[in-house]
């Protein structure tokens, strides 16, 4: 691992296992958080195994609506990503707080009150979420890669301006028609009923 800058060192306030695979990163462009970022991911266990993806306003640059030409160039950048570095098993999508692509794009203003911080981490979650499902839906159309399936299992977060990150969600990798079909056929034999394997 490299030496890491302390100044940018932010605290990861979550628990959850770091990826095992490649990961491909979206970020938005904020040139306050480029150190913060960097310094986050080296602590995922991610240096130097991550392509990054940017973005104004990271999830909502893609999912905004009217920004067709954003998303398509979103994936097609991630299928890009896929082929020349796979495995691939997590995607993160990295929001931040005093986000200028949300207030540009949504006219979003948001104060310093635990009422209003409250507010500005819901609304990254909305777009975070809605990316995540995006995302696992056109996983489940691609075909697989070395003979492996494509299966993503998506992490989004918040960090804020000092660089604490937060989680904001976790969307594991949906089953492949496959598995999911021998899941059925398992599950009635046993008289089960079969579970979502997302939350
Ligand atoms: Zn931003």
């Not at 005093?98 to 911080?117: I, T, V, W």
């Not at 697989?144 to 977060?157: A, G």
């Not at 079909?181 to 394997?197: L, P």
Request: with cysteine; proline share 6%; charged share 25%.
């Amino acid at each position: 691992m490299p030496s890491l800058n302390p100044i940018a060192m932010g605290r990861i306030l979550s628990e959850y296992p770091p990826p095992r695979s490649n990961v491909v990163l979206l970020s938005c462009m904020d040139l306050r958080l480029v150190d913060e970022l960097a310094s986050f991911m080296d602590r995922d266990n991610l240096t130097n195994r991550y392509d990054h993806l940017i973005m104004a306003g990271a999830a909502l640059g893609v999912m905004r609506p009217g920004h067709d030409n954003w998303r398509s160039t979103f994936f097609e950048h991630l299928d890009i990503a896929l082929k020349v570095h796979w495995p691939v098993e997590d995607i993160y999508i990295l929001e931040h707080r005093s986000c200028g692509a949300y207030a540009k794009f949504l006219d979003a203003h948001f104060g310093d009150s635990p009422k209003e911080q409250a507010r500005e981490l819901k609304t990254h979650r909305e777009y975070a979420s809605q990316l995540a499902e995006e995302i696992q839906a056109w996983a489940a159309l691609q075909t697989p890669i070395n003979e492996k399936p494509v299966r993503l299992n998506v992490r989004s977060f918040l960090m804020d301006l000092r660089g604490d990150i937060e989680l904001l969600g976790y969307h594991p990798a949906r089953p492949t028609a496959s598995a999911s079909k021998n899941r059925k056929n398992g599950a009635a034999k046993t008289g089960k009923k079969s579970r979502r394997a997302t939350s």
